[in-house]
């Protein structure tokens, strides 16, 4: 019986066969399950029990008893296709998973025959297959004129982008010619539906079908005219065959192709030559005459416009003549006029002047004596305003005359008033307390004697309340009173405390003779 190796065994090694960037690790122990695995790599693995198959894209990873690398088969053109994409040398690692780098503007279609349905990535992506996918190939037409299969790829362009074919064609006519053309195409499809984006795969050969559709529409509008009349619109008659033309009548711009959504959108005539030699040579001869036809055209065309300018300079230069007289003619007839109108302007700017002065001097005068009147009455309201303004200052100075002198005689009256009683209360302190007390103590007839002594007609006594006029009561005890004293009012009466009693004093004012 073999004796198994332990895991402790094994054997640890570079794998050289990768580059420097993709070496890996592997770690192997014989046992009775067979080889282990450990990788850094993207490949796929089998499972033994099961038989799925999954692509290991981990980092690394560890085979486990049951799982093994796995060989994706694929046929010898995507072999070939992937061969010259990744430019790499020698032969492919089949356990390697398969990726695809899609260049810009370029369309790859992945089919998958386990779900039995397919894909379209577009560029620029990087596509891995998975174990049950496969790319779609597409064969094209190439060469010129076209041939089948010459093109095989995996990324298909969306254009715009122009294939050239040559087709050969005959005129109603019997000329045989060969036409080069160059179409420009592109595909017009929505990228994010994945239905409309697989049209771009619905015809293998598209190229081939675009070229062989549009030489039968050639061949058959050349057919229906002759050579001198495909010769002269060689263009407009291959536009119109390929494109159509609406319902007016105009060419279309583009023609669709509704199964796989190719556009046309223009057509070149690059080149058109006869095949045989016959019709060359007849071509040539046509070509020939034609210049030479053309040629002669052209002189008789320029030997008669000559002529025709001659004559028609000719004529000019009489009609430039006739027209120059009649100009002379109305420009002497409009200078008469000029003239006339020049004189009467004159004479009527004379008038006009002289009416405008006479009656500017009019206006002046008559300003002048508006002026002069609202002069006079400005003089005669400053005047009149000077007088009121006088007779007012005037009166003001009567009044303030009249009101100082009333103020002046009032001060008079207040100072003698003031002198009298200034008199009278420095005769009371002279007479004294002690005196006035005896005197209205004593008798009527030595109070009247004191009086006029005093030079006073009478005076009160009074407490505050009950005031007694003495004068009254001693009337008929004054008798020897001279015949030249005329009796005084009460002028004023002040109210005087001395001591406990109130003496009210009466200020005598004599009255003048008059």
Known sequence: MQRRRSISQVTVGWCTDQPASFLQWRLRSWNFAGEFHWTKTKEFMSDTRSGAVRPIVAEAYMLKPHEELWEMEVNEMVEELLKKSSDSRGSRDKTRVIFHRIPFNHAVQVYDYTKRESRVVFGPERVMLGPDEQFTVTVLSGSKPKRPGVIQTIDINLGPDFSTDVVIVETLDHARLRLQLSYNWHFRIDKTSQEDSSKIFNVRDFIGDMCNLMASKVRSAVAAVTFEMFHKSSAKIIRKAIFGVDSAGKILDEFLFPKNSLVITNVDIQNVEPVDEKTQRSLQNSVQQAIERTTKNQEDKARRQAE?????????????????????????????????????????GKAIAEAKARAEAEEITANSKVKMAELKASADKVEYETKLETTKKKQNGDIEYQKKIAELEISRSKRLAEIESRKFEEMIEAIGKETLVEMAAAGPEFQTKLLQGLGLSGYLITDGSNPINLFQAAKGLIGSTSKDEIPVSYTHLRAHETGRNLVCRLLLEKKKKK
């Open 308 to 348: 025709k300018m001659e004559q028609e300079a000719k004529g000019q230069l009489d009609k430039q003549a006739i027209e120059d007289q009649a100009k002379a003619e109305i420009a002497r007839t409009k200078l008469l006029q000029l003239q006339a109108e020049s004189k009467g302007v004159q004479n009527q």
